[in-house]
């Protein structure tokens, strides 16, 4: 039985963030989810898709964002509670439904759970998603800690029903990827089917319907309003006249702040955890007491705009800051210290910063940036492409997943990232304004998210690119999740259904189209050389399944490969492909057996051909 | 309660998250409170995955430069470059067996020496403990159970109020039913590494 799914109710279990929340969810009987899976929200969706293994509800990976909503909002609207999961970029992806669904409301409970990720641990951006809140005038619940991640997430179903208007729960990364134990209660059975009673007027959002239903959540979010003015997850500790405003993670260092700094009696903290609406009155209470208020939060001046709004309605004229120079940045995380230091600094207390031991002494270590892995399918198609566009005024845009990691020397294959499926139009785009022969790359999953719409855009454009399809089989870089090209029976799990990216491209007219074995060196630069040389779009689909995957399934037996004593030390193989199995001892080129894999790559770019099958003992 | 602040530096793969998640339940177990924090995503890459552990009444689960009290590390150059996480009443417990970066075979920097970089890291901080764990893993049974050797290291140094009963019955929950007694067994090389260095 899946660990989540733990009858033994008060049991503490040392859960990370999304853990509990997949708990929580499960706690509120949760009959329907759906995903794109994104860091750091992906072991969200993992435990719910082996929960629906188990029990009766219903998971799906969907192609993306977008579709993740639509999906979830047919559920919502059904009468099942349904949970949707995604990180914050991909909530760009799913803005046009978010923001006409407030319109149409849910008749069921649905939380869109939104994994925002301050400091870019994984991701191209740090937005602030609170703003979707605002934008969409839908409720905004934020948790501080893990144990209370798993509570937020159940009230959140509540507070769905209660205004029949989806609920964004937003987390960040310290949320998601921080562990604590968290007390298990009791799970409502899940229901994944209901009824969906026809109302064109409420659901067919044509402009006299759409004003009415403009008024109708303005109507909602006033009771949101209220709701926020009274919910204990907006709630003061402490007392005196210094004021501290904070939210999510910055609760607890503020906590630890007044404590360390002995401020107790002195501060009086105002935690926001329903943060869209703004519980006014209780701000404006709060302030009402104060000298001055500082406001904690990581991101955007969010609160802090409206507290200061509300400050002025109230005739107050203390002191409101948060964002400012001698204070907190809009740029990454915050951490303990920094909000130690800068409470002292805004409430005038004496404090001795911790003293780090001396660092400018220390030798320079190496970096150890992350690499495509041993026997990734990836680095040779990289290589061959490489050789093939050799000598040509080329440009590499390149797109979301392992492969972006194509970029860094030796490789170098990555002229411009942008967002999802960005690497088809954007392609698109270069081909036309520039004189330079674009290859673009793309992986299998984030080529079914929002590739497809830009090859088709290329192929009716008439555009001039080579797209290359790096099919591996697997969403890999959020770990291991299936996509629509994937073969789900050789995970075991029937009822679905494969798609054939060659069959896509192919009934799109793409004027050319080539499969490749990466692992075929010669071949597939011959190829790609054919594929480049073609006036119009043309698209290399390279096959070979993600190696870490396919060790995980048993696919693949690592055979490793040795330098043998041809070795003349060129070098190509450190050079040109980088593989991480590589290193060097007493200055001669060795290869790990216990990373190698054996793809071969190495053995056939060997100017000696010294590298060779290790002979098993 | 007293609050201990633990940092654990290791490189993707070398077992760092499952010996936090045993620190986390012998934490448990002793009524300890405890918080975790975590950065994976590109951990099965290759890349520097690191962990804090907060035991006690603080509630950040992430620890700020210069505010740890204990720095376990699984690589010693990786406890080089987290030295600033140190202050000079740091205690150090760490693996001397390198595992060179791949930057270093492409002739991207140069990989330092570990005798001069553990005498850099002694001078630094108030107590080092630099032990060969990948050896004592070898010993063990696996090199897949150096963290739990590391795990013995530190309890014995008494850097963590945590009892070893507890940490012992942690990896039993934890550990696959299998390999429970080879990690045992490498928790208690570990404690005598400390009694004996």
Not at chain 1, 473 to 500: K, R
Request: charged letters at 20%.
């Amino acid at each position: 039985m899946h660990k989540l799914l733990s009858e033994k109710i008060n049991e503490d279990l040392l859960l990370l963030g999304n853990e509990a929340i997949a708990r929580g969810a499960v706690e509120a009987g949760v009959g329907f989810a759906t995903t794109y899976p994104g860091t750091p929200s992906s072991e969200l969706s993992l435990n719910l898709f082996q929960i629906s293994q188990e029990t009766d509800l219903y998971f799906e990976y969907s192609t993306n964002e977008k579709v993740a909503l639509e999906v979830a909002a047919a559920a919502a609207n059904s009468g099942v509670r349904t949970m949707c999961m995604m990180k914050h970029v991909g909530l760009n992806v799913a803005a046009d439904p978010l923001v006409t669904l407030a319109y149409i409301g849910v008749t069921a409970g649905l939380v869109i759970l939104t994994a925002d990720d301050p400091a870019m641990f994984s991701s191209q951006n740090e937005q602030d998603n609170r703003y979707y809140g605002k934008l969409a005038g839908l409720p905004v619940l934020e948790p501080s800690s893990v144990e209370e991640a798993k509570e937020m997430t159940r009230v959140a179903f509540e507070l769905s029903e209660t205004l029949g208007e989806p609920v964004l729960l937003r987390t960040t990364t310290r949320i998601n990827h921080s562990s604590a134990f968290v007390t298990l209660k009791g799970m409502k059975k899940p229901i994944p089917t209901g009824n969906f009673v026809p109302n064109p007027m409420g659901y067919v959002t044509v402009p006299a319907v759409s004003r009415k239903l403009h008024v109708k959540l303005l109507d909602n979010l006033a009771k949101a309003s209220a709701l926020s003015d009274a919910s204990d997850l907006n709630f003061t500790t402490g007392e005196g006249t210094l004021g501290v405003i904070c939210n999510g993670v910055s609760y607890l260092y503020a906590r630890d702040a007044v404590q360390d700094l002995g401020l107790e009696g002195q501060v009086k903290i105002l935690r926001i955890g329903f943060s869209n609406p703004m519980p006014e009155w209780m701000i404006k209470d709060f302030i009402n007491g104060c000298q001055k208020v500082l406001v904690i939060e990581e991101g955007e001046p969010v609160m802090e705009e409206a507290v200061k709004a509300f400050a002025q309605e109230a005739c107050e004229t203390l002191p409101i800051k948060g964002k400012a120079d001698d204070l907190f940045s809009r740029l990454s995380e915050f951490d303990p210290a920094m909000v130690r230091e800068n409470m002292a600094r805004f409430f005038g207390v004496e404090y001795t910063p911790a003293i780090s031991v001396e660092t400018k002494a220390l030798p320079e270590i190496p970096q150890r940036p992350p690499n495509l892995c041993s026997g990734c399918s990836h680095r040779a198609t990289f290589y061959e492409v490489k050789k093939a566009a050799k000598g040509m005024d080329a440009m590499f845009p390149s797109d979301i997943g392992c492969y972006t990691l194509g970029f860094l020397p030796p490789l170098s294959m990555g002229d411009f990232v942008l967002c999802m499926g960005a690497s088809v139009s954007s392609a698109c785009g270069f081909s036309r304004a520039t004189n330079k022969k674009v290859v673009a790359f793309i992986g299998d999953s984030t080529f079914f998210h929002s590739g497809i719409t830009g090859l088709v855009n290329a192929v009716f454009n008439n555009h001039n690119f080579t797209l290359v399809i790096l099919d591996n089989g697997i969403t890999a870089m959020t770990g291991h999740q299936p996509n629509p090209g994937v073969d789900m029976d050789q995970m075991n799990l029937p009822g679905y259904n494969s798609i054939s990216i060659e069959n896509v491209v192919r009934s799109l007219g793409v004027g050319h189209v080539t499969l490749i074995k990466p692992f075929k060196v010669k071949k597939s630069i011959a190829a790609i050389e054919e594929a480049l040389a073609f006036e119009g779009v043309s698209v290399i689909i390279s096959q070979e399944p993600c190696a870490l995957h396919a060790k995980g399934l048993k696919l693949l037996k690592p055979r490793a490969f040795t330098v043998t004593d041809k070795c003349l030390d060129h070098r190509d193989c450190i050079n040109e492909i980088a593989c991480p199995s590589f290193y060097l001892d007493n200055g001669r080129v060795h290869i790990d057996a216990d990373t190698c894999v054996g793809c071969a790559v190495c053995a056939q770019i060997c100017p000696e051909n010294a590298i060779m099958p290790l002979k098993k003992k | 309660m007293e609050t201990t602040r633990l940092i654990v530096v290791a490189v993707g793969g070398q077992g760092n998250l499952l010996a936090s998640k045993v620190l986390g339940e012998a934490a448990l177990l002793d009524g300890v409170p405890v918080r975790m924090s975590e950065i994976h995503g590109m951990a099965q890459r290759g890349g520097v995955v690191e962990s804090a552990i907060v035991f006690g009444d603080a509630e950040s689960s992430i620890i700020s430069d210069g505010e740890a009290d204990i720095l376990l590390g699984f690589e010693p150059s990786e406890v080089v470059r987290a030295m600033g996480r140190c202050n000079s009443r740091t205690r150090v417990i760490t693996n001397t067996a390198p595992l060179r970066p791949f930057t270093v075979a492409i002739g991207q920097g140069i990989y330092p020496d570990v005798d001069e970089m553990m005498s850099l890291v002694r001078e630094r901080v108030a107590d080092l403990i630099a032990i060969d764990a990948l050896a004592l893993a070898r010993q063990a049974g696996s090199p897949m159970t150096m963290n739990i050797v590391l795990l013995g290291a530190l309890i014995a140094s008494g850097a963590l109020g945590l009892s070893r009963s507890s940490v012992e019955k942690a990896i039993t929950l934890r550990a696959k039913k299998a390999f429970v007694e080879m990690n045992l067994n490498a928790f208690r090389l570990g404690e005598g590494a400390v009694a004996t260095a």
